[in-house]
């Protein structure tokens, strides 16, 4: 599984918050992951769909969602509807000073992720208010505008939504995946591994996925491919490390999956 570093997996660019803005229709490149940080995702449209620990949600309607540090997670959207959203992510120190009234307030995280649905001019309003946080300079108000997020979020939490049951072998493979993507894996001895049938474990990852187990695979070696291109590092050393058979079948995948040659791409890139 994918994990942040200390910096909270954005380099040096922040240490305590982070915001940012996506608009479009296709996400980041992303895989099921889990990082040290609070992070709450404002969508305020888009046909998304987002896996949690132990419940799917999949709707088209604006909607929160919410995370505590190291809550696995995996949210993706179809290509059918805008995608919009605002990240809002902060360190768990970050407001320390508000401890006594903050534990109460964090029990909207939950144990493995919320997901609350939204009016679209609501979450409009929300996404107002982060982007004032994003301007703020003074770490005093960013910590006193988060704790008024925090208590709006509060407020308009519905405990009778739906929830869809997430299944735990869909969840324990993609778990698998994101540790051992570098090696060779077979669903079939994956689905062994799990107690399950192959055909069960191909046919869910597909559904609570949005994409075939061999897709998502190359995903995962393909992101860490990209940040080894970034680095500098040779075809053969990327291919390696990331799980590819050799460096022609790395150049074959990454130019399907991308539409041009690793060494153009980085080209490109610089």
Same mark, same amino acid.
């Given at each position: 599984?994918?994990?942040?570093?200390?910096?909270?997996?954005?380099?040096?660019?922040? @240490?305590?918050?982070?915001?940012?803005? =996506?608009?479009?229709?296709?996400?980041?490149?992303?895989?099921?992951?889990?990082?040290?940080?609070?992070?709450?995702?404002?969508?305020? !449209?888009?046909?998304?769909?987002?896996?949690?620990?132990?419940?799917?949600? !999949?709707?088209?309607?604006?909607?929160?969602?919410?995370?505590?540090?190291?809550?696995?997670?995996?949210?993706?959207?179809?290509?059918?509807?805008?995608?919009?959203?605002?990240?809002?992510?902060?360190?768990?120190?970050?407001?320390?000073?508000?401890?006594?009234?903050?534990?109460?307030?964090?029990?909207?995280?939950?144990?493995?992720?919320?997901?609350?649905?939204?009016?679209?001019?609501?979450? @409009?309003?929300?996404?107002?208010?982060?982007? @004032?946080?994003?301007?703020?300079?003074?770490?005093?108000?960013?910590?006193?505008?988060? /704790? =008024?997020?925090?208590?709006?979020?509060?407020?308009? /939490?519905?405990?009778?939504?739906?929830?869809?049951?997430?299944?735990?072998?869909?969840?324990?493979?993609?778990? =698998?995946?994101?540790?051992?993507?570098?090696?060779?894996?077979?669903? !079939?001895?994956?689905?062994? @591994?799990?107690?399950?049938?192959?055909?069960?474990?191909?046919?869910?990852?597909?559904?609570?996925?949005?994409?075939?187990?061999?897709?998502?695979?190359?995903?995962?070696?393909?992101?860490?491919?990209?940040?080894?291109?970034?680095?500098?590092?040779?075809?053969?050393?990327?291919?390696?490390?990331?799980?590819?058979?050799?460096?022609?079948?790395?150049?074959?995948?990454?130019?399907?999956?991308?539409?041009?040659?690793?060494?153009?791409?980085?080209?490109?890139?610089?």
């Amino acid at each position: 599984m994918t994990v942040a570093t200390a910096k909270y997996g954005f380099g040096d660019k922040w @240490k305590d918050i982070w915001i940012d803005n =996506y608009e479009g229709f296709y996400p980041n490149m992303s895989d099921y992951h889990m990082h040290e940080y609070f992070e709450i995702s404002f969508i305020v !449209s888009g046909n998304v769909n987002i896996l949690l620990t132990d419940s799917m949600e !999949s709707s088209t309607g604006s909607k929160i969602v919410l995370l505590r540090p190291n809550t696995p997670h995996y949210i993706y959207c179809e290509p059918d509807i805008l995608y919009s959203r605002t990240n809002l992510c902060f360190s768990k120190n970050f407001t320390e000073d508000f401890l006594p009234e903050l534990h109460r307030i964090l029990n909207i995280f939950g144990e493995n992720g919320t997901v609350i649905a939204v009016d679209t001019e609501k979450i @409009k309003d929300y996404v107002k208010i982060v982007n @004032k946080i994003k301007d703020e300079e003074n770490p005093l108000r960013q910590k006193l505008l988060i /704790m =008024y997020v925090l208590s709006l979020v509060s407020d308009n /939490m519905n405990e009778n939504e739906e929830i869809t049951r997430l299944p735990r072998y869909v969840t324990d493979a993609l778990s =698998y995946i994101g540790t051992h993507y570098t090696q060779k894996i077979v669903a !079939s001895e994956l689905a062994e @591994k799990l107690g399950i049938g192959r055909t069960t474990l191909m046919q869910g990852f597909k559904k609570y996925t949005g994409t075939t187990f061999n897709e998502y695979l190359l995903g995962c070696r393909l992101k860490r491919a990209v940040i080894m291109l970034e680095e500098g590092k040779k075809l053969w050393e990327i291919a390696e490390t990331c799980g590819f058979t050799d460096a022609p079948n790395f150049i074959r995948s990454f130019k399907r999956h991308f539409g041009t040659t690793p060494n153009m791409w980085r080209r490109n890139s610089n």
